[in-house]
Every structure is written in structure tokens, then in C-alpha cells.
């Protein structure tokens, strides 16, 4: 959202751009890494619109995957497809606590 008057732009240049919107609903890579060093979660997550219609709302193609292979396969359509192309992925930071934190933290030498 901070920089998305560059989709105007982009549109309005005919450029070929594939745009990946990796929606948490709100900033759930800095939640996780301040809850992994003890600190308190404060105004990180937010409500957002809908990217598909924003997208379109900016002249460009929006789209929502809605698996992996969707996203797989909508890649493959905007890689080929000359415009403005924004896909919508849903993330959960979830994983990261098992795998980066505690799993990499097993793993480190403390000697």
C-alpha cells in the first residue's frame, strides 16, 4: 500500500509487470520476528481492501490465488500475458515460528 500509485504509473507506461501482493493483513513478518526477540505486538495488524478490485481500479488485471498451483499457474499466465498484472497471495507466518525460530535455534552452536 505504500507504493501502489506506481501500478498508475506502470498502466498508464503499457509496461509488462507482474506485481505479488503477499498479504498477512498487516505487517505479520515484523510481528513474528518481534515476538521471536520477547516484545509485545503493537498496531501490526489492519484491515486491507480488495487487491483484485484495486488492481482493476488502477487499469490493471487483479487476481487472488487461491492454492499453490493457482498461483502457479496465474505466474504463468502474467509471465506470458503483456500488462499490468497484480496476484493476491495469502501468507501465514505461522510456519516461521517452528521452522526459523525453533528449528534454526536447535541448530545453532552457543559455545
Known amino acids: 500500500m505504500m507504493n501502489s500509485q506506481d501500478l498508475e504509473t506502470a498502466v498508464r507506461e503499457k509496461m509488462h509487470l507482474v506485481v505479488l501482493i503477499l498479504n498477512d493483513s498487516g505487517y505479520g513478518m515484523i510481528q513474528w520476528k518481534q515476538h521471536a526477540m520477547g516484545f509485545d505486538a503493537f498496531g501490526l495488524e489492519f484491515g486491507n481492501p480488495n487487491f483484485v478490485t484495486y488492481a482493476e481500479s488502477y487499469g490493471a488485471k487483479g487476481y487472488r ?17 503483456p500488462d499490468v498484472h497484480v496476484i493476491e497471495v495469502a501468507v501465514d507466518y505461522s510456519e516461521n515460528e517452528r521452522v526459523l525460530t525453533k528449528g534454526l535455534k536447535s541448530k545453532t552452536c552457543t559455545c
Open 65 to 81: 490465488a487461491e492454492s499453490v498451483s493457482h498461483l502457479k499457474e496465474l505466474l504463468t499466465h502474467a509471465l506470458d500475458t
